[in-house]
């Protein structure tokens, strides 16, 4: 049976697509993958630029069989190429699946024929073989079906738990793999991946044992509830085996990025296993994620020991109400400042910190009490990522802002479906507030050694009655925003003046070698 998966994402890794690739292709289904990717900045655009549908269209209108893949924020990338495969009078069924799909069926089963809920391999290919044995595949768990009018909607199976069992990713790009570059639909390879095949990702456990009001996780915990254990680990042979696989077949991969919700819910015997074969057949640098409850001293002595560059956490708020009572994060500041503290002691491995901003839950004390925590924990050589609060369909705090008033029908589509996060919080300083801009700062003073008090006397300046009735003026906001603009223009420009050609060079070079 001929079947076209198709990503929508940013990028090209797209794990799970390429995962249930290769468990159709071991049930001997014919898998042509393409990847529609966009670049980050431009991701909540609504449509493909070009003639890069017509391009797709020809690519699929043979198939029996067609999956897309998408995220909220491609939803409309997602909606487009379903109708244009309805206007072109190609019968192929389409079926949806992916995060958004699972967290919002009921939205998307409005344009798709089908949706797959939850994890897709196995009722992929239970839908693969019904239908190419002709039979009714109307009850198939994890499927909802829109038929005569009516939509079917299946419960999902228990969790396939032995992941040891499951094909690597699909990375065999010579067999029909296809990429959108430079305004073309091409064959993949690994200089138009977008650094895919530099930089792998992969995962190495599924599921996260926290359950975070702003997390997709939280609806994941809930859908399988009973069908499973949610948390569940490869084996340390099987992640190594892949990793293997890859670094033989392609020499341009030079680090390896862990995306597990977090990598250290292991057990540090796992770890001294993971290393010592790490050590042995990969080598390369590898990052990864981490929480602030599952940290420790030996597990950071192990991954020191084995190549690891970076390792990111969440803070998210500064403020332990915001943490309790808003994002459901029970952890004590306590345990968040001592686990930083932690890291600062291995100084060879970068710091990566993230905050969650633009919470239309938080008190303005609670933002005051970030500002605070930021001037006086952070030390040493960090970096700070700073994200807008996405209020993503199915998640408690999207029901929240609902039934607050906060999130509108009509503004639904707007701060969700075409919100573009970066993950910089470079956003309109009228949009976000000064104290977004304020934290910003204070982090980087910070980071440059400016000292905690000083900086806790600067917020009290800033955030200063008169202060703020300048800050407030439209006249002082029009003015930040040129001043941001221009330098974000100079700041680009000597980018690409001083730093990209070079690394366009070191990519061709490597490509050339291999």
């Known amino acids: 049976m001929k079947i076209s998966l198709v990503g929508t994402y940013a990028t090209p890794e797209a794990i799970g697509l390429r995962s249930i690739s290769s468990v159709l292709k071991a049930h001997n289904h014919d898998v042509r993958m393409i990847f529609l990717s966009i670049k980050r900045s431009s991701k909540a655009e609504k449509g493909y630029r070009g003639g890069l549908v017509d391009q797709f269209l020809d690519k699929v209108k043979d198939s029996d069989l067609i999956g897309i893949g998408l995220m909220t924020n491609t939803y409309y990338q997602a909606r487009e190429l379903t109708e244009a495969i309805r206007r072109a009078n190609i019968k192929t069924p389409v079926i949806w699946g992916g995060v958004h799909p699972t967290v919002a069926p009921d939205s998307c089963i409005e344009t798709a024929d089908m949706v797959c809920v939850g994890e897709g391999e196995w009722p ?90 702003f997390c997709c996780n939280s609806v994941w915990i809930k859908l399988y509830k009973g069908k499973g254990h949610w948390v569940r680990k490869r084996s340390v042979p099987n992640i190594i085996a892949e990793l293997e696989q890859i670094k033989n077949r392609f020499p ?48 950071l002595e192990i991954l020191q020991g084995c190549g690891c560059a970076l390792i990111k956490m969440g803070i998210q708020s500064g403020s332990q109400d915001t943490n309790y009572t808003i994002f459901n994060r029970r952890v004590p500041n306590e345990t968040v400042i001592n686990a930083m503290r932690l890291l600062e002691e291995f100084p060879t491995i970068t710091k990566e910190y993230h905050y969650i901003v633009d919470n239309p839950f938080e008190p303005e004390k609670n933002v005051k009490e970030t500002l605070h925590f930021a001037a006086e924990n952070h030390r040493g ?45 470079k956003r309109r300083f009228d949009l976000l507030g000064y104290q977004v801009m304020l934290l910003r700062v204070v982090v980087y003073l910070r980071s440059h050694g400016v000292p905690s008090k000083v900086l806790h006397r600067f917020i009290g300046f800033m955030l200063a009655r008169p202060v703020r009735f300048c800050l407030d003026r439209r006249w002082f906001k029009l003015s930040a925003v040129w001043v941001y603009l221009v330098g974000r223009h100079i700041r680009k420009t000597l980018y690409q003046i001083f730093v990209r050609p070079f690394r366009k060079y070191r990519r061709r070079y490597v490509l050339e070698s291999v």
């Not at 680090?255 to 390369?284: H, M, P, W």
Request: hydrophobic share 35%; charged share 25%.
């Open 124 to 213: 992929m290919v239970d839908l693969a073989d019904a239908m190419q044995r002709n039979r009714d595949h109307t009850t198939i768990p994890n499927l909802w079906i829109r038929r005569n009018g009516q939509v079917i909607k299946n419960d999902v199976r228990p969790l396939f738990e032995n992941l040891d069992e499951l094909p690597f990713p699909d990375y065999q790009i010579e067999q029909n793999h296809f990429v959108a570059h430079k305004g073309q639909i091409v064959p993949a390879r690994p200089g138009n991946l977008h650094g895919t095949l530099f930089r792998y990702r992969m995962l190495t456990t599924r599921g996260c044992p926290y359950n975070c009001a």
């Open 252 to 299: 341009t991969v030079n680090s390896i990025g862990i995306t597990d919700d977090t990598f250290f819910v292991r057990e540090e015997e796992e770890f001294e296993q993971f290393a010592k074969l790490y050590n042995e057949r990969i080598g390369f640098p590898f990052d990864a994620y981490t929480h602030p409850a599952s940290l420790s001293r030996r597990k």
């Open 381 to 425: 050589r960090y970096r700070v990522e700073i994200f807008p609060l996405a209020l993503f369909p199915g998640s408690a705090l999207y029901y929240r802002a609902k039934q607050e008033g906060i999130l509108k029908d009509e503004q639904e589509q707007v701060q969700i479906y075409e919100r573009a996060y970066t993950g910089k919080a």
